[in-house]
């Protein structure tokens, strides 16, 4: 009866962390689009939401590397996956709080490293997946994006040069409509996909289904693309200001290089099942596209808080969720008492988070 | 020699020319498409319907690689 109440709990988490990471994420597959006019706000976010619920019936293969690559599945409990995802959900909130594109798929894999680690030390972590499908790729993507971003405007401005900037404003934004929906596809397909891999282990965990049997069942799928779809209509607007108009002023032929970019390289990666973050590339194909513009264009101040906030995700989740097991584990191993308490002071502190933002405090400002 | 024992180098590799040769492409096929659109309108403008046609075609032909593009994109992810 425990171990059901907890699969509840960590299953309801689980799609709180979507919904998180859909609300945090709202900001790379929009912002570039909003902050060139080529869609309406409202507009853009539905536009996005629609294609991120399509984008994650398409593929399974990042599921599977989250479920299978980077903890050995044998050791996962579900007091493990609940500290994990708290764990990525208190990262989340707090870089949204402070407005900084950190990475939610980075945040989710440190928070259930931490966990495990807290649970069966370092034995349980698959260091070779962590560093070939995590980290390596979380160091490339960026830099890549950045390369493809800065090639790709370059070479736009070379060919439209000399046209009036009028029609080829217009031209980029009708564009941008296609990118930006190709982006939110690969969002999708990259980014829900954790959260299936995670509820998937938890399933695992909990003997549903056997270890050597690794699958995702449909109604996983379902639940995930609703829930990320639904945060990524909410949409996180304090995000979207820094991505959209804090890093560069974009034009439209940047944000569709940007884009363009970003979705090249998020759905080359995901064919190749590395769960990458889809903030860090789209982060990066912006300031390559600025970049390539002129350097002094890219406000590097903002830049480098996004960076460390990169580089703080993994170790600030990992963390927070060895924390999190640690105090589950003080109301019993198998007891259902930890996840309720942890889950309620979450909310406390989700609640307290929002009420303050909502009267206008805690921004993270960078001079330029 | 570490990291190519932890890492699947075709696969990576395979994933970064790939990401290279799209972002790029779409790009440059897409601003062809804004630059005959632009240009065809100007032209017809000035009354120069050969030339106008000429990018009206290139146009044409830069949003349909760019929506072949895109469609391939999706193929391949689904397919796999």
């Given at each position: 009866m425990s171990a059901d109440i907890i699969l509840v709990i960590v299953v309801g988490t689980a799609l709180a962390f979507d919904f998180t990471n859909g609300f945090h994420d709202t900001a790379n597959v929009v912002a570039a689009s909003i902050s060139t006019r080529a869609m309406p706000p409202r507009i853009a976010v539905g536009f996005a939401a629609i294609f991120n619920f399509v984008g994650?019936?398409?593929?399974l293969k990042v599921a599977a590397t989250v479920g299978k690559?980077?903890?050995d599945s044998n050791a996962i409990s579900m007091t493990v996956v609940f500290g994990g995802l708290i764990g990525a959900i208190a990262w989340n909130l707090a870089t949204w709080y402070f407005g900084l594109p950190s990475s939610s798929s980075h945040a989710l894999i440190g928070g259930i490293v931490g966990s495990t680690f807290a649970a069966?030390?370092?034995?349980?972590?698959l260091g070779d997946g962590l560093l070939g499908k995590v980290v390596i790729p979380a160091v490339i993507a960026p830099t890549l994006a950045f390369v493809v971003a800065g090639v790709a405007i370059i070479a736009a401005y070379a060919i439209v040069?000399?046209?009036?900037p009028g029609p080829v404003n217009r031209g980029y934004r009708l564009g941008q409509l296609l990118s930006s929906g190709l982006l939110a596809l690969s969002h999708g397909t990259n980014d829900a996909q954790k959260t299936m891999g995670i509820i998937t282990l938890a399933l695992v965990a909990h003997g549903n289904i056997a270890p050597g049997n690794f699958h995702v069942p449909d109604w996983v799928v379902i639940a995930s693309a609703s829930s990320i779809a639904l945060g990524t209509y909410t949409g996180g607007w304090r995000i979207i200001r820094t991505m959209g108009s804090r890093i560069i002023k974009m034009d439209p032929a940047q944000g569709f290089a940007a884009q363009g970019a970003g979705a090249a390289v998020i759905l080359a990666a995901s064919h190749a099942g590395y769960p990458l973050s889809t903030t860090h590339v789209i982060s990066g194909g912006v300031m390559g596209a600025g970049a390539a513009k002129?350097?002094?264009?890219?406000?590097w101040g903002v830049a480098g808080n996004i960076i460390v906030a990169w580089v703080l995700t993994l170790p600030a989740a990992a963390i927070i969720g060895a924390a999190i097991y640690g105090i589950t584990r003080?109301?019993?191993?198998?007891?259902?008492v930890g996840p309720v308490v942890v889950s309620v002071l979450i909310l406390g502190a989700s609640a307290a988070l929002f009420f303050k933002r909502a009267r206008g405090g805690g921004g993270l400002e960078a001079t330029a | 020699m570490i990291v190519a024992k932890i890492i699947d180098g075709h696969a990576a590799w395979q994933a970064v020319w790939t990401a290279a040769v799209a972002g790029v492409g779409v790009t440059i096929v897409f601003s062809l498409a804004v630059l005959g659109a632009t240009r065809s309108s100007d032209l017809r403008r000035d009354n120069r319907p050969g030339q106008a046609v000429i990018f009206a075609g290139l146009g044409f032909l830069g949003f349909a690689a760019t929506i072949a593009a895109v469609v391939f994109a999706i193929t391949l992810i689904t397919t796999k």
């Open positions: 994650a019936f398409l593929s690559d980077i903890v069966h030390g370092p034995g349980a972590i040069a000399k046209q009036r002129r350097v002094s264009a890219v406000r003080i109301f019993g191993a198998s007891s259902a | -």
